[in-house]
């Protein structure tokens, strides 16, 4: 008896030694593959752009108003005209130094400057004549701290989850900077960027936070097949309504953009439908996968059909509100449209057919065509594919 305890316990611990093995092997194995991705990222970004504008001689520097030389307020309160404004720079070759600046009275660029206020100013130096010129507010610690604090909530709630998601987070970012836009510029079709840079976001993001397991490819291939739906439902709506990336507001811009790089301005509309619903589309492969991995943990004995079953209800409860998430975002980043026009009460004619809100149309509908098609395929993946791979 004492014999077999002895066995017993030395084949737990071995077992014990082999899973801690396994764990030190994919943490080393994550390490390795971040920093051959940083690596070649790196590289791959090494890229010549192209000079659209020049900037030779312009500066943008930090200062701090010391005075007001004159003020544009006038008697009923309203502000017309600039202000010329004392300022020390806190940044740059002249840092310490006091100057002189104007500082536009407009929405868009420009503040109202006020003696210990923080901002940004645009220094351009022509020859031997230097103009300085209040840019903005300075925002840059309000927002470095609400996104440190951001990320400090996410690991602290989320836990070891928590970290592995703000890395993911980083890496995605990482993703679009070094691999999305160098692309671009290289050539690739918008598109097609978008394709591979989603699929790289969907593996990095899952693996991550879920690891090798069934139920992370299942939610990573259904995802996928979301998103690649949303850009198909795109693509049609598109040729079938006449709307087209250059239909956009700011195609003037992106003609200029097109006609000095190799870049098809045309595809960018629908190369952003395939970013905008890929979070969701994430999301809710992922809510499917995990909720069907539970109840298989739960209770082994239940057949695939009956998983698959289980999953399709999770699913409907989530693709409501997640199909909802989406239209009220886009809603919401375009409610300036659509407040001007309610209030100039436009015909149903003018406001159905027009450039703008087709294009809201479009991104709201095919991101939400994307989300209900992950359901049945999160679903089906979720439960079949342990079965076919004999493993979880």
């Not at 014990?16 to 791959?44: D, P, W």
């Not at 003037?252 to 979070?279: C, H």
């Not at 943990?297 to 989530?318: H, I, Y």
């Amino acid at each position: 008896m004492c014999s077999s305890l002895f066995y017993w316990e030395e084949g737990a611990e071995e077992e014990k030694n082999m899973e801690s093995g396994q764990k030190y092997r994919k943490k080393v194995i994550t390490i390795i593959f971040i920093v051959c991705l940083l690596v070649f990222a790196g590289q791959y970004a090494q890229i010549k752009r192209p000079v659209l504008v020049n900037t030779q001689g312009r500066t943008f520097e930090t200062a701090v108003v010391i005075e007001i030389l004159r003020d544009n307020l006038q008697n009923d309160g309203s502000r017309a005209g600039d202000q010329i404004v004392l300022l020390r720079l806190t940044s740059g070759n002249q840092s310490g130094q006091a100057l002189e600046a104007n500082c536009p009275n407009g929405m868009l660029f420009g503040t109202v400057c006020e003696p210990g206020k923080k901002v940004i100013v645009i220094s351009s130096q022509i020859k031997s004549l230097e103009i300085h010129t209040v840019y903005s507010l300075d925002r840059s610690l309000p927002i470095l701290l609400f996104v440190g604090v951001f990320f400090l909530l996410l690991c602290l709630v989320g836990g070891r989850k928590g970290v592995k998601s703000a890395v993911a987070l980083l890496i995605t970012f990482c993703c679009f900077l070094f691999l999305f836009f160098p692309m671009l510029l290289r050539g690739v079709a918008p598109i097609w960027a978008a394709v591979y840079t989603s699929l790289l976001i969907l593996v990095i993001t899952i693996w991550l936070i879920n690891g090798s397991t069934c139920k992370a490819l299942a939610a990573g291939t259904s995802a996928f097949g979301g998103v690649l739906t949303a850009g198909i439902a795109a693509g049609l709506f598109g040729y079938a309504a006449g709307l087209s990336g250059y239909n956009v507001s700011n195609i003037e811009a992106l003609m200029f953009i097109g006609q000095s790089t190799s870049i098809d301005v045309g595809q960018l509309l629908f190369a952003g439908i395939l970013f905008s619903s890929l979070g969701a589309v994430m999301d809710i492969a992922m809510d499917v996968s995990a909720a069907v991995d539970e109840m298989h943990r739960l209770k082994p004995e239940m057949q695939a059909s009956a998983l698959f079953t289980s999953g399709m209800n999770v699913g409907r409860d989530v693709m409501g509100t997640m199909a909802s998430t989406l239209i009220l975002a886009f809603f919401g980043g375009s409610l300036g449209i659509w407040v001007l026009d309610y209030v100039y009460a436009l015909p149903y004619l003018q406001l159905i057919n027009s450039n703008a809100i087709g294009i809201e149309l479009m991104q709201g509908l095919s991101g939400s065509f994307g989300v209900i098609f992950t359901v049945p395929l999160a679903a089906f993946c979720s439960a079949w594919l342990p079965k076919w791979l004999g493993r979880r």
